[in-house]
């Protein structure tokens, strides 16, 4: 018989015992053991888990949610936006951002609360009562990704909410920071190297890569950490009156912070602690780009406001762009999916504010003339806003004898057709077409991606496979490769399962838009938006491809170089094959409703409390859908506000408003008579 309360017992101390190295590690900044010795108590925590499943706790540090690959990542509106913030970058700017501030406050005395700039991604964490139940990228600030599954793999982030000093709220969000520490990023590395995978430039970008994941499995397998840095909020309110004391009361429920934090008297103190930071920065556990200073007091935050995007409460104080010198190698041209040739700078690798830099793109040939680089010259490489290296200056007067001139090739690097620039351009491109294994890759790649057709997998695994085995001549053949199963299954790892999903993926992707199919094409200057215009104005395929030059300029966002490249795609035969060949295969759109017609264009709709039939992404899809926009605050302007379960003050501040207030099961009612169903 087994002791259910020993056992208990020991899962207990063994999550107790975790959370005091994590706690060690990541808040404290001073581990308290080896990295190995963590592994073995979480490896005998798992042992002793999966010889108990029905007593695994509920904060255990092993929880893996769901455990199956997601397809895709879900769109969540944010309900409170995630802004970004204004930069300085210099004395002079502080103290204006600190004039600006003081002004709009007179008479008041104004603390600054000063913390570290971590350089990873923002997120969003929802938690209710005490439970974690999502996490969003910030996006575009205004709607991100649901990464849940992925959030939930993190060590350092508490899954549940527990405060020996006093209660749990109802509903907490928290905003905070997702980055891989300098040390596990120097492991993962060598890991990925030992693998034989891709070894990734610097912490922010694997640990963007590891979020970005959908398997939750790898991104468990990323030394990830979160770190708290504000509440967006909380329900019932908190009591809290000042920043410094928000990030402790977070501390209370096991959030890790920054392992720096500041409170400043006066502006000049702040400026003193940006140099010492500066000189820390190198002895830190994290990347940092600098500091960002908050007015200290809730309230006065709130007197000050916010301007467009950014709060005039805060700024960030960034680092300056760190420089160093090194030698240019070679040059080589890469060719782009339109053709066009970029000169990228071989460089002999240098350190440049922690990162090993050794590629830089030149942009074109005129730039390479303006810098005038040769081959073997010593030149000066900055990372502009810290994260894309560039030349800066080249050293000209030591420039070795044997230094050579650059020149625009005359002949395209990967399929050798003739290469043209043509008059008053600046970029110089392979005439190939998708002849160019260059432009069919990108081709394919872009057809693929997540804007446009969505076929995942396909793109950055198995496009140069496919190509390699002749299954690809263009991107219409991808539809066709369901009867390759075979010629798949000889790809290096590539299972009966990837070739089964692949297959499903691009089945899937047939049922899309018009306006991501536009996309989809490539055909240049039609990005996004441009495609999701064309779709609206000209509503079918066929209508697009009969439009004359006058027709497409009365496209919004459509100038006159974009509706002759327009012309010019639809005009050349190959492409028109193309595009009736992936048309055969059964691609197809329901017809774009035209936002002018959309029944409820422009109007501000509010979504509280707990809905119990839809979740708030179907909600808020279906009032997208219709040409609303879903907020996340009552206002005068708003339209109307859908009340679930326990709605709370929003309902309240709608009913003081005279806002009109529906149901869930009238909304739904509603809903279906404009044929939006879940
Ligand atoms: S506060 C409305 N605090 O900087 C203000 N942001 O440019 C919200 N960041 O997207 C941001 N460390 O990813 C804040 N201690 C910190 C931060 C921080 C890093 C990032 C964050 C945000 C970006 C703003």
Request: charged residues 25%.
């Amino acid at each position: 018989m087994v002791d259910t309360a020993v056992v208990v017992a020991q899962m207990r101390q063994l999550i107790q015992l975790l959370a005091q190295h994590n706690h060690a590690y990541y808040v404290m900044d001073q581990p308290s053991i080896s990295d190995a010795e963590y592994d073995q108590l979480f490896h005998q925590l798992k042992a002793l888990e999966a010889e108990h499943p029905d007593m695994v706790q509920a904060d255990t540090p092993t929880l893996r949610v769901g455990g199956t690959p997601l397809s895709k990542f879900e769109t969540v509106t944010h309900a409170v936006p995630m802004l970004s913030l204004g930069n300085v970058f210099n004395q002079e700017d502080l103290f204006a951002f600190a004039r600006r501030v003081e002004e709009r406050l007179p008479n008041q005395q104004v603390q600054y609360d000063v913390e570290l700039k971590l350089d990873g991604l923002a997120i969003s964490l929802w938690y209710e009562q005490g439970v974690l139940v999502r996490g969003v990228t910030r996006g575009d600030g205004e709607m991100g990704e649901d990464i849940t599954q992925n959030v939930k793999t993190i060590r350092n982030l508490p899954k549940i909410l527990s405060n020996p000093n006093g209660q749990v709220p109802a509903l907490l969000e928290v905003r905070g920071e997702v980055l891989i520490p300098k040390s596990g990023f120097e492991r993962l590395n060598a890991e990925q190297e030992a693998k034989g995978d891709k070894i990734f430039a610097n912490p922010r970008n694997a640990a963007a890569g590891s979020l970005r994941q959908l398997d939750p499995e790898i991104a468990a397998s990323r030394p990830l950490a979160f770190y708290a840095y504000g509440i967006a909020q909380c329900v019932p309110t908190h009591e809290l009156n000042s920043m410094h004391q928000s990030l402790q009361w977070l501390t209370q429920f096991g959030f890790a912070i920054a392992p720096r934090q500041f409170l400043c008297e006066s502006i000049q103190d702040v400026q003193q602690k940006y140099e010492q930071i500066q000189q820390e920065r190198p002895d830190l556990a994290v990347e940092i780009d600098g500091m960002v200073i908050k007015v200290d007091d809730l309230k006065q935050q709130q007197q000050l406001g916010f301007l467009s995007r950014e709060p005039r409460w805060a700024t960030a104080y960034k680092f300056p762009a760190e420089i160093a010198l090194t030698t240019i190698e070679n040059i080589d041209w890469q060719v782009g999916r339109t053709g066009i040739l970029t000169p990228v700078a071989r460089l002999k690798p240098v350190l440049v504010g922690g990162v090993t830099v050794s590629n830089v793109t030149l942009h074109n040939i005129g730039e390479i003339h303006r810098l005038d680089i040769h081959i073997k010259d010593q030149v000066s490489v900055y990372r502009s806003g810290d994260v894309i290296p560039k030349v800066e200056r080249v050293w000209a007067a030591v420039r070795p004898d044997d230094a050579i001139r650059v020149f625009l090739p005359t002949h395209c690097p990967v399929c050798d057709s003739p290469v043209v620039m043509p008059e008053g351009e600046a970029l110089a491109r392979c005439s190939g077409g998708l002849y160019c294994a260059a432009q069919r890759i990108e081709a394919i790649r872009h057809f693929v991606s997540r804007k446009a057709m969505d076929i995942e997998g396909l793109g950055d695994r198995w496009a140069e496979s496919l190509l390699h085995l002749n299954l690809l001549n263009d991107i219409s053949d991808i539809y066709q490769l369901y009867a390759h199963r075979e010629k798949l299954l000889g790809i290096e790892k590539m299972g009966e399962k990837s070739v089964q999903n692949l297959i499903d993926a691009i089945d899937g992707s047939k049922k899309t838009t018009l306006a991501r199919f536009i996309y989809a094409l490539g055909i240049r200057g039609v990005g996004e938006t441009t495609a999701r215009m064309l779709a609206t104005t000209f509503q079918t395929l066929d209508a697009l491809r009969q439009a004359n030059i006058d027709e497409l300029k009365k496209t919004p966002d459509v100038g006159d170089i974009t509706a002759e490249w327009i012309i010019d795609f639809f005009q050349a035969k190959h492409n028109v094959e193309v595009v009736d060949r992936l048309i055969a295969t059964g691609i197809h759109w329901d017809a774009p409703t035209a936002p002018s017609r959309q029944p409820l264009n422009g109007e501000s709709w509010v979504l509280t409390g707990t809905l119990a039939q839809l979740n708030r992404d179907q909600a808020t899809q279906m009032l997208q859908a219709l040409g609303a926009r879903v907020s996340g605050s009552v206002s005068s302007k708003t339209k109307c506000v859908v009340a679930g379960e326990k709605a709370g003050s929003k309902l309240e501040k709608a009913e003081k408003l005279g806002v009109s207030v529906i149901s869930e099961a009238e909304f739904i009612e509603l809903m279906a008579g404009y044929g939006q169903t879940s």
